[in-house]
């Protein structure tokens, strides 16, 4: 190699010699780049690559790292906007139903209270019916049932009047 090198710089001087080199540097040996295993030599393959090629690669790793970044912030921000209709739908659904139960239990509270007024009314027609009964079949509690029913209570279960 250095006896190359001693002919081709008696035969085109060490300026030629230098621009050769710097040619190869910079614009590589024409055919190596299509060899991957020598461009993948870190000084070698800069050699043999040139620096064009090298420089070229290192920027479309960088603008391909770029684009990456962009797509994936996008994706980012489609997905974030995704599970935020979904968080929205689910709290309308939500809602919604809150809102019915709360119709629901506003509906049991209002028959609630008329089965009670209902059961009020019944009640004191029952209590009149009893206090206007005069009958003697049986229906009306007397004197003589009372006395019985507080001999009797401790053995019998209570009528509950």
Known sequence: MGTLLAALARIIGIGGVLFVGLLFYEEGIPGASRIPLLTSIPILGDLTAGRVHTHAAEQVKIATAAAKA??????????????????????????????????????????????????????????RAIAEDVGDDGGRWTDADQRWMQDHRGRTASPGR
Do not use: F, P, W
């Not at 599970?83 to 119709?103: F, P």
């Open 70 to 127: 962009v797509c994936d912030g996008k994706l980012e921000k489609v997905v974030s906007g995704y599970e935020l209709a979904v968080a929205k739908a689910e709290i309308a659904e939500m809602e919604r139903q809150r809102n019915a139960t709360a119709q629901a239990l506003e509906d049991y509270r209002k028959r609630a209270r008329a089965d009670q007024q209902s059961l009020q009314v019944a009640h004191e027609k029952l209590e």
